[in-house]
T-cell receptor, first 115, second 112 residues
Framework: DAGVIQSPRHEVTEMGQEVTLRCKPI?????LFWYRQTMMRGLELLIY????????DSGMPEDRFSAKMPNASFSTLKIQPSEPRDSAVYFC?????????????FGPGTRLTVL | KNQVEQSPQSLIILEGKNCTLQ??????????LRWYKQDTGRGPVSLTI?????NTKSNGRYTATLDADTKQSSLHITASQLSDSASYIC???????????FGTGTLLAVQP
């Protein structure tokens, strides 16, 4: 298995532009998570899906952020318009359903820089 | 408020030496505690997962302990190697949800 796949790996954009981050979870995993990592705040959960349905989006910082999961093998995180404070590494993770011990498998991340 | 605190923030040790990283948490209700290793430029990878009833879990040279009464955990690395240089993140799962609460990590540098 290729693991969780994220694209792009690096994104540099200018303030005000729309940014779309993409994630392909591990096949058969029912849960998908989007995280943001910064030096100051560490890893923070933004939103997670179960069977393509958003379950908890309380970590989404504001209306500029939106996430979708149109099918079991694809999810996007969109920022519109982007701001310099959005600069961070964004991780996608997936886990199979059933049981509290289920490990979350993380993708390699997308490093976003907003100028 | 659910929180996970780690110490030290950073640590430098010589290759071959042992070290211990600390984690204190205030998460309720507690489900399990995980230690992740994150290499530079990569996503976190799970080292150990412990539930309330487990107080020790080993994964090779990594040994994690959990004291659910004092809400403390430690990660002990034995005979460190250069490849152990990474950030080590303590993560607590709260209750029946799938939400994980992350510490800010300990950055370990192993020098030759």
């Amino acid at each position: 298995d290729a693991g969780v796949i994220q694209s792009p790996r690096h994104e540099v954009t200018e303030m005000g532009q729309e940014v779309t981050l993409r994630c392909k979870p591990i096949s058969g995993h029912d849960y998908l998570f989007w995280y943001r990592q910064t030096m100051m705040r560490g890893l923070e959960l933004l939103i997670y899906f179960n069977n393509n349905v958003p379950i908890d989006d309380s970590g989404m910082p504001e209306d500029r952020f939106s996430a979708k999961m149109p099918n079991a093998s694809f999810s996007t995180l969109k920022i519109q318009p982007s701001e310099p404070r959005d600069s961070a590494v964004y991780f996608c993770a997936s886990t199979p359903s059933g049981g509290a011990r289920n490990e979350q498998f993380f993708g390699p991340g997308t490093r976003l820089t907003v100028l | 408020k659910n929180q996970v605190e780690q110490s030290p923030q950073s640590l430098i040790i010589l290759e071959g030496k042992n070290c211990t990283l600390q984690c204190n948490y205030t998460v309720s209700p507690f489900s399990n505690l995980r230690w992740y290793k994150q290499d530079t430029g990569r996503g976190p990878v799970s080292l150990t997962i412990m539930t309330f009833s487990e107080n020790t879990k080993s994964n090779g040279r990594y040994t994690a302990t959990l004291d659910a009464d004092t809400k403390q955990s430690s990660l002990h690395i034995t005979a460190s190697q250069l490849s152990d240089s990474a950030s080590y993140i303590c993560v607590v799962k709260a209750g029946a949800t799938n939400k994980l609460i992350f510490g800010t990590g300990t950055l370990l540098a192993v020098q030759p």
